[in-house]
Nanobody, 120 residues
């Protein structure tokens, strides 16, 4: 079965950095997309970033543009989210999700989430 496992969350001070990883398994497609979402307490889940191996396109939500970078190691089927210049408002549970069509459109598989806390 398809499985996604996030790692790399933790506690960091404002202005600091973290790198999240999403390890995917259970499929052998060359083209797929992995997205990062986040959800803070009392707020709706929001999309953060997505990378599509179909054409290499990347997408970022406005609040993270210029600070976060998404990348993919297709050999490992692992997607990374490098988060720099972190702000308290980045605090959330971060989830990765897979679109096996490679569109960044339909997410049928989700990881368990990893907590990111940005605080002094």
């Amino acid at each position: 079965q398809v499985q996604l496992v996030e790692s790399g969350g933790g506690l960091v001070q404002p202005g600091g950095s973290l790198r999240l990883s999403c390890a995917a398994s259970g499929f052998s497609l060359e083209n797929y997309a992995i997205a990062w979402f986040r959800q803070a307490p009392g707020k709706e889940r929001e999309g953060v970033s997505c990378v599509s191996t179909s054409d290499g396109s990347t997408y970022y939500a406005n609040p993270v543009k210029g600070r976060f970078t998404i990348s993919v190691d297709n050999a490992k089927k692992t997607v990374y989210l490098q988060m720099n210049s972190l702000k308290p408002e980045d605090t959330a549970v971060y989830y990765c999700a897979a679109d096996l069509r490679g569109w960044c459109h339909d997410y049928d598989y989700w990881g368990q989430g990893t907590q990111v806390t940005v605080s002094s």
